[in-house]
């Protein structure tokens, strides 16, 4: 009994009370039920009629009628399997070349500093702070002269533009979490750069360069100003798909309730499967 005492006893830290930690957990319940509603009334929207939809009720039941209506095209509209090739093509291309330029990047102001590299790092995430909307009309007028309205290409590039500052910034601070020692005895034993990559330093920053590569996906599938300013025929993407479900005639709750959760489910899918990774790595950047 003593034994069990002192260990409920220990359960608190110095100054921390009861009362205080049930206070902090029940907003932590009232902050994530806030957070899920809209998402759980989403799911549940997606399975109604049009009309109990629009009337807030659930009359006539619930079915997969909705997504059965949205995956089938009509003649002139955007389909679904368009759209998720699109995106898919643009989501995956823009990442890979994200990564691919991120990492000596990140490795070189991390393991081997330049000159002033705070300042470059500064300069990398500070294109973040440009509104996209001041940005629209130059990229127009270019996308325009070089016929890149309308297809892939101009996503590519600017998802690519958008997402490699922050991939930047996110592995730097996952290649820093490298012990020192580490690399300092590979060199000492003549491993080349290469060995040291392979063996030492991605070993340990993969969760990292997991986490920013998931990011980076999440962001390119979601974006949509772009996408709509400059896609709006031949290249559509999942989020155009997602508009185009909004009719001018009838109720269309229901139907585009349906094509967001189809939308996210890739995205929610691959979070799913790497969320070890990512949580690894984003407390990597947090504790850096």
């Not at 016929?147 to 998802?159: A, E, P, Q």
């Not at 601070?173 to 491993?191: H, K, M, Q, W």
């Amino acid at each position: 009994m003593t034994e069990r005492k002192r260990r409920r006893g220990t359960r608190l830290s110095v100054g921390e009370s009861r009362v205080s930690m049930v206070a902090l957990g029940l907003a932590a319940w009232v902050v994530g039920a806030l957070w899920i509603f809209p998402f759980a009334w989403t799911v549940l929207t997606s399975f109604k009629t049009e009309q109990d939809a629009s009337a807030q009720t659930l009359h006539q039941g619930l079915s997969f009628g909705r997504y059965n209506d949205v995956s089938q095209s009509t003649q002139g509209t955007l389909s679904l399997g368009t759209a998720f090739t699109n995106s898919l093509i643009v989501v995956l291309v823009s990442t890979t070349i994200v990564m691919l330029l991120a990492l000596p990047a990140a490795y070189a102001l991390a393991i081997r500093p330049v000159p002033k590299w705070r300042d470059v790092l500064f300069f990398f995430i500070s294109t973040k702070f440009l509104p996209v909307v001041a940005s629209i009309f130059p990229i127009y007028v270019y996308a325009s002269k070089w016929n890149l309205i309308g297809t892939r290409t101009i996503l590519i590039v600017l998802y690519i533009a958008i997402n490699l500052p922050l991939a930047v910034w996110m592995t730097r601070s996952f290649f820093s979490e490298v012990p020192r020692e580490l690399i300092e005895a590979a060199e000492i034993d003549g491993t080349s750069l290469f060995n040291q990559l392979r063996s030492v330093i991605m070993p340990i920053a993969a969760p990292g360069i997991a986490a920013t590569a998931l990011l980076c996906v999440i962001f390119a599938w979601n974006e949509y100003f772009y996408a709509i300013q400059l896609n709006f025929a031949g290249a559509s993407t999942m989020p155009q798909w997602v508009i185009g479900n909004v009719s001018t005639r009838g109720n269309f709750l229901a139907k585009l309730s349906a094509a967001s959760m189809i939308a996210c489910l890739p995205v929610i899918l691959a979070g799913w499967a790497a969320q070890k990774r990512m949580i690894r790595g984003l407390s990597m950047g947090a504790l850096k």
